[in-house]
């Protein structure tokens, strides 16, 4: 039975990050990414839309965004591996979360937070939204949040920068599925896959996104992560998309701009 110093399964975004730091901190660990689809086809990374914000109401997301964020603006020369320099296609439109009457308190403690992080933010009332942006004047709504760094990325360029770094690190990827993660005495001993083949391994890192639970479960382990399925729409317009910041309404219904007249839509 073959044996690692540390499996991660999932070789999404967050696998491949995880595999790439591991190899820099400490070259001689031996790692391997366990990816059931090499494709990426159905990977949430892949089917994520790739906005990027500061905009978070928690702490540990904030400083998560400002590394990310950091990163991204040297990351074509960071990540160029063997001749290949990946593009992560940044677009910084801004993001604009409207903000209705029954909200205004939690948006505003959000903002204060934010601002004293040192995040690139700030309030606008009705009116400076009207005069920002006259296509998006509407009633209910009392003002906003505005990130002016947050925006765009392909999540493709970034998952495959990652990738191609962590196997230059050294990182093993197999295209595997994972059954269960074994333990003996208390203690993680393995990973078995579907195919009933082993690896040997003291640390799991599980990577497996909404698939992390059912993964976790085989350990013992709960994890209070709920998988949930969204559409995602292409909507052509009359607008002139370019000049947008995506734009976020209290119900949950966003439009992120994509070109020059559609915009991505959904609700989260």
């Known amino acids: 039975m073959s044996t690692y110093d540390v499996i991660i399964v999932g070789g999404g975004a967050m696998g491949s990050a995880t595999a790439y730091y591991l190899g820099l901190i400490d070259p001689s660990l031996t790692v391997a990414v ?21 905009q978070f109401n928690l702490e ?28 992560p296609a940044r677009r910084r439109q801004g993001n604009l979360f409207l903000v209705d009457e029954a ?17 690139a933010v700030e309030w606008l009332d009705a009116l ?18 505005f990130g002016s760094a947050d925006g765009m990325i392909d ?18 990827y197999r295209t595997a599925e994972a059954a269960a993660i074994e ?25 497996a996104g909404g ?11 709960e994890l209070p992560v ?17 000049t947008l910041p995506s734009v976020f309404l209290p119900n949950g219904v966003y439009a992120l701009p994509e070109g020059t007249t559609s915009f991505e839509m959904g609700w989260s």
Not at 77 to 82: R, Y
Not at 128 to 145: H, K, M, N, S, Y
Not at 226 to 242: C, G, H, K, T, W
């Open 34 to 54: 366990i990816e059931r689809d090499p494709t990426y086809e159905f990977s949430s990374t892949l089917r994520s839309e790739g906005n990027v914000r500061i």
């Open 60 to 87: 540990e997301n904030i400083r998560m965004s400002q590394f990310a964020m950091s990163l991204l603006e040297t990351f074509a020369d960071d990540f160029e591996v063997d001749g290949w320099r990946p593009d």
């Open 103 to 119: 909200n205004v308190d939690a948006a505003k403690k959000g903002l204060e937070l934010q601002l004293s992080l040192g995040c």
């Open 128 to 145: 400076e939204i009207a005069r920002r942006w006259p296509d998006l004047v509407t009633t209910g709504v009392v003002g906003a949040t």
């Open 155 to 172: 999540p493709s360029a970034v998952l495959h920068a990652l990738r191609r770094n962590a196997v230059k690190l050294g990182a093993e």
């Open 183 to 207: 333990t003996e005495d208390g203690a993680v001993s393995g990973i078995r896959f579907t195919s009933g083949e082993t690896l040997g391994t003291g640390t799991v890192v599980n990577c």
């Open 211 to 221: 698939w992390a639970p059912s993964l976790a479960a085989t350990a013992g382990v």
């Open 226 to 242: 709920e998988p949930v399925m969204r559409s995602v729409y292409l909507v052509d317009s009359l607008l002139d998309a370019s």
